[in-house]
């Protein structure tokens, strides 16, 4: 399960980057909520996929409930997912 947490987490983070740093400008600059549309229900998944794997892995890897505040936080940050993968799952 910790490797499908890998997985969603990378996602999970570039769909993040996608939606704001390229969906949300060109929504807002040219107009365009395409590529919003495009992109955010897949990230709407990803984030609830992370939120619950996060949840079901917190005692396989002996997350304290700091340990899994910093990991649920991390998914509102950008890069925070990559941070997570880190920090907490490459041990």
């Known amino acids: 399960m910790k490797n499908t947490f890998r997985i969603i987490a990378f996602l999970e983070?570039?769909?993040?980057?996608?939606l704001l740093f390229v969906a949300v400008p060109i929504k807002y600059s040219l107009g365009d909520p395409a590529y919003v549309k495009l992109l955010g229900m897949p990230h709407g998944l990803l984030?609830?996929?992370?939120?619950i794997l996060a949840y079901l892995i917190k005692e396989n890897e002996n997350w304290v409930?700091?340990?899994l505040g910093i990991?649920?936080?991390a998914s509102i940050l950008?890069?925070?997912?990559?941070?997570?993968?880190?920090k907490y799952l490459k041990k």
Do not use: R
């Open 13 to 18: 983070g570039i769909s993040y980057i996608l």
């Open 47 to 51: 984030f609830v996929a992370y939120i």
């Open 65 to 67: 409930i700091k340990d």
């Open 71 to 73: 990991v649920l936080l």
């Open 78 to 86: 950008p890069f925070g997912t990559f941070y997570v993968d880190w």
